[in-house]
């Protein structure tokens, strides 16, 4: 009982801030001011799920170059201490709650959280002016087409501090061996398929084992991959409706249970040699010779599969990302922080992971890697000297320079989707019962 009564009484105070946020708007806003320390620092506030070794360095440096500026990072989680059952949800209710009241932190660590919603609220600060007047800043030294990917509706409305690419990658040895042909500018995954049985068929001539397109890959791991660039077909974010009881799902997951069964990817785990194409994350440009020269002696780039009219480039996936609570007091001197991370300063620090956003250092990263290789002073982790041809180095380049595909999946409908296809997949439900449950579930959460 005493749940319930909180339930309902954390309802009404949401009603009441929703309605302050349709009716104040920025009159309340104006009435702030900005809250500041003893020594007359101006206290900027960061909200962040759990401590982030880049953020508390990035802290450090950002308050000794603004030391007019006091920082402070309030984390849900106390260092060290592990996600229990239910916590992520209390946070993201937390952080709503917040947000729709306009008295959350003034800026916002947005990984996980859902940025869209916040968008279409109004609750988050248009940063496009601010990088345009920003005196602190090259745009074209900036991975803009990071950025662009980042826009909504002509808004920008948050910004990393890195990225990390998820890539496609094929045995160009065997393509050219084979014959094949592939057209990965606009390959759809159909055409995939047909390709990858083809490829599978020549792989097992003169009596040898037959390889696979894909190994060590969960059939609802391709499912949802196959999705990716097809979400907004399936989730209809403005009207929060969802339509996987759909023929176009329930065909989906059927060609890629078939695929399956026919053996043309396995979720077994093989041998290196064993699989035609690869999908991996890259978190570093050392990755660009650090896996997939693992698995191939000449490695290829190629845009995945996807769907008609969408990009197969590599997808972006931002593992920081922060936004400006729209109501903030101190709106400026938010907007200063978030330059900062984008500046060399902060770049060069050793605790982020991921690409920078800075071009010219990872330009300089490929280029120190090519002297390496081209010295046979750079190794494979199994101690192998690396050959890498320097025309792939370029391929690198345009690999981080011209990714732009950027799908802002909502995580709780992932988890949906995984929790319910294997079902299908292990032949326990048909299709069909799957999708509807998907479906059901999805528009209960969209109505939330």
């Known amino acids: ?38 020594e007359g620092k101006v206290i900027v506030t960061l909200s962040i799920s759990e401590p982030e070794p880049f953020y508390e360095a990035a802290e450090r440096k950002f308050e000794a170059k603004y030391p007019h500026i006091d920082l402070q990072i309030k984390s849900f989680k106390k260092p ?25 932190a003034d800026l ?18 248009d940063l496009n002016e601010k990088l345009k007047q920003d005196q602190t800043l090259s745009q074209q030294d900036l991975q803009m087409n990071i950025v662009d990917a980042l826009k909504k509706d002509g808004g920008l409305y948050t910004l990393p501090a890195s990225f990390s690419l998820r890539t496609f990658v ?73 339509s996987f009881d759909s023929p176009v799902f329930i065909d989906m997951m059927e060609q890629v249970q078939q695929m399956y069964k026919d053996k043309v990817i396995t979720d077994e785990s ?29 490695p290829k780039f190629l845009q995945k599969p996807h769907a008609k009219g969408e990009t197969g480039k590599a997808r972006i996936i931002l593992p920081l990302e922060l936004g400006i609570q729209a109501k903030s007091a101190v709106k400026e001197e938010a907007w200063t922080f978030i330059a900062f991370l984008l ?55 345009t690999v981080i320079n011209t990714a732009d595909n950027l799908q802002e999946l909502d995580a709780k409908v992932l988890s949906i989707i995984y929790t319910e ?13 799957v999708a509807q449950l998907i479906q059901n579930r999805v528009n209960t959460y969209l109505k939330e």
């Open 1 to 38: 009982m005493k749940n319930k009564w909180i339930e309902v009484a954390i309802s009404c105070v949401c009603l009441m801030m929703i309605t302050a946020c349709g009716t104040g708007g920025d009159r309340d806003n104006d009435k702030k001011e900005k809250s500041s320390t003893k």
């Open 80 to 104: 060290g201490e592990k996600w229990e059952a239910g916590e992520m949800d209390k946070y993201k209710k937390s952080i709503d709650v917040a947000m729709l009241a306009g008295t959350s």
């Open 108 to 125: 916002i660590e947005l990984s996980g959280l859902p940025a869209a919603k916040y968008v279409s609220k109004k609750l988050l600060l």
């Open 170 to 242: 094929g045995d160009e040895a065997f393509l050219l061996q084979s014959g094949v042909t592939i057209d990965d500018e606009n390959w759809t995954w159909q055409q995939f398929e047909q390709t990858a049985r083809k490829l599978v068929e020549l792989s097992g001539q003169d009596g040898k084992e037959p390889r696979y397109a894909l190994t060590a890959q969960p059939a609802d791991l391709t499912l949802v991959e196959q999705l990716f660039d097809r979400y907004s077909q399936f989730v209809n974010r403005k009207n929060q409706t969802a």
């Open 270 to 298: 093989t041998t290196e040699s064993s699989q035609l194409f690869y999908s991996d994350i890259l978190a570093s440009a050392d990755d660009f010779i650090r896996i997939p020269y693992m698995y191939f002696s000449q």
């Open 343 to 397: 500046s060399e300063d902060a770049q060069l620090l050793s605790e982020r992971d991921g690409f920078s956003m800075l071009r010219s250092l990872n330009d300089k990263k490929l280029e120190d890697m090519k002297a390496q290789v081209k010295k046979g002073a750079y190794k494979l982790a199994d101690g192998k000297v690396a050959q890498v041809a320097e025309k792939q180095f370029d391929q690198f380049k």
């Open 421 to 433: 296809a294997p079902f299908f997949f292990s032949g326990h439900k048909s299709a069909k019962e």
